[in-house]
């Protein structure tokens, strides 16, 4: 089929010149694996003992990956690529809080966050993390098959309860809601969370998305078994599709603990479950929803071949394409100028309490072959375009 992700004016269009000098800036040093490493160490000095700093942190990283510390901040974000019939996925990027308090404050933030989607067609999905709802070990016991205390069966509803409060709110508004995917060794509790929301709000159409991180050679067979859940509980399944955050960490607990690797061996047969869990999912569109999570172009085409093979329309609410905001915007401004369903991830929170978001990003990239070289190579063929274009 037609190649479509080459046209970098298209693509960055929305950037500025300088916009472009730091995005090049940004993607040299983040495709060198032990500048990231340094970077994140001194980053993380300064801001523990508080040195002034992020104000350089804002008019750089920060404000190329995210949206804004408040979601004000971010409307003019949304604004602009909306004008582009690009939406954004408001993502309230703030991670390692562990106290009651702070689960519930987040739980506050995303109701509010529904009440800007509600209002705003630019915002066509909310998103949370299953741990900024609840603490992380709570999940991880309940994986283990191990019983909760009493007062961690409190704990425990209360986790619920958030769950049920925004997807309840969700479902009044509307508004469909990702659950983001997290380590495997607290994911299956997560995951029941999860199915428990959509057999009680997807009755009718999918509100309520999980997602399969798909570099976890079990999840075609987990997403087979739920499908067959669906059907005899008639409900609808939504699933965020990725590839996965989690790589290093999985394999250094599977190998320290001795079991097995829940890891896929390699890329090549990463992609090929990504690609075999797409055909799936569009094969059975009927009664299900993808929100398709790549920075991968083959991916992204096989989507498209097949669409057009079945003859789904270029805008049918059942399948989005979605890329983190501050990357991969020849695959997300492209779609998008075709008719295609897009939103970009789009973080915002404190500048000091979103930097463990952005440090994970920066690490998962020098990771990725040639994803950063491929950002690059597209920078700055802009960069040479427009020098062209003022030249004539």
């Known amino acids: 089929m037609e190649k479509i992700f080459d046209n970098t004016e298209a693509a960055l269009a929305l950037k ?52 804004g510390i408040t979601e004000d901040d971010c409307l003019p974000v949304i ?132 997602t399969l991180q798909l570099y976890r050679h079990d999840r075609l067979d987990y997403l087979k078994e739920l499908h067959q859940q669906a059907t005899e509980g008639r409900f609808k399944i939504g699933m965020k599709l990725v590839r996965g955050a989690y790589m290093e960490k999985e394999r250094e607990r599977a190998i320290r603990l001795g079991y097995q690797d829940p890891i896929c061996k390699d890329k090549a047969t990463t992609d090929a479950l990504f690609n075999e869990v797409l055909i799936y999912m569009i094969k059975n569109l009927e009664n299900m929803a993808l929100f398709v999570g790549t920075h991968n172009e083959e991916s992204t085409y096989l989507v498209l071949q097949i669409m057009q093979r079945c003859k789904i329309a270029e805008n049918d609410k059942r399948i989005w394409f979605g890329q983190l905001f501050g990357m991969s915007d020849h695959i997300s401004y492209n779609l998008a100028n075709f008719g295609y369903n897009v939103a970009k991830y789009l973080p915002y929170g404190p500048v000091r309490d979103v930097m463990p978001f952005l440090f994970r990003r920066a690490e998962e990239n020098t990771s990725v072959a040639g994803q950063t070289s491929r950002e690059l190579y597209l920078i700055k063929n802009e960069m040479k375009r427009r020098k062209l274009v003022k030249s004539v």
Not at 107 to 129: D, Q, S
Request: aromatic share 14%; glycine share 6%; hydrophobic share 40%.
């Open 16 to 67: 500025s010149d300088s916009e472009l000098e730091r995005a090049r800036f940004l993607f040299e040093l983040i495709k060198r694996d032990t500048l990231v490493k340094i970077g994140a160490a001194v980053t993380k000095f300064a801001l523990k003992f508080r040195l002034p700093v992020e104000g350089l942190i804002r008019s750089t990283v920060f404000d190329h990956f995210c949206g």
């Open 79 to 210: 604004d602009r690529m909306f004008s582009k019939n690009v939406h954004a996925v408001l993502d309230y990027s703030v991670e390692g809080k562990e106290e009651e308090g702070q689960f519930d404050k987040a739980m506050f933030k995303i109701l509010k966050t529904l009440e800007y989607a509600r209002h705003n067609k630019a915002i066509p999905y909310i998103v949370f993390k299953p741990t900024g709802f609840g603490r992380f070990e709570i999940y991880e016991k309940l994986t283990a098959g191990k019983k909760l205390t009493q007062e961690e069966q409190v704990e425990w509803n209360r986790i619920k309860n958030r769950y049920d409060r925004v997807c309840g709110k969700a479902f009044e508004y509307d508004v469909p809601i990702l659950i983001d995917g997290e380590e495997s060794w607290m994911q299956d509790a997560a995951d029941e969370l999860a199915e428990s929301m959509m057999f009680k709000y997807n009755k009718e159409t999918a509100i309520v998305f999980n």
